[in-house]
Nanobody, 111 residues
Framework: QVQLVESGGGLVQPGGSLRLSCATSGIIFRIYGMGWYRQAPGKQRELVAAITAGGTTNYADSLRGRFTISRDNAKNTGYLQMNSLKPEDTAVYYC?????WGQGTQVTVSS
């Protein structure tokens, strides 16, 4: 059974940082690419960042330079480091591998 479990979300002030984690089980993590997505209230889910099995990364243009995606194959876990957070980054953040989604973690950026 494939499971993706996000963690690390929360409430942070503008300009702050968070690191999200996506712990996986039931798959051979190292052979798959993964992506982070987010969905804000009333908006469509959008791609934030993606990383291939080989470590090649890609970012939404508007987030490049503030967000960093990474992976630790030994821990079967992916990460999303988010810096200089803005109120418009408020959303539920999801990780995705193949057709599998995590349950999401809420990120709220507010003073």
């Amino acid at each position: 059974q494939v499971q993706l479990v996000e963690s690390g979300g929360g409430l942070v002030q503008p300009g702050g940082s968070l690191r999200l984690s996506c712990a996986t089980s039931g798959i051979i993590f190292r052979i798959y690419g993964m992506g982070w997505y987010r969905q804000a209230p009333g908006k469509q889910r959008e791609l934030v960042a993606a990383i291939t099995a080989g470590g090649t990364t890609n970012y939404a243009d508007s987030l490049r330079g503030r967000f960093t995606i990474s992976r630790d194959n030994a821990k079967n876990t992916g990460y999303l480091q988010m810096n200089s957070l803005k109120p418009e980054d408020t959303a539920v953040y999801y990780c995705k591998i193949m057709q599998y989604w995590g349950q999401g973690t809420q990120v709220t950026v507010s003073s």
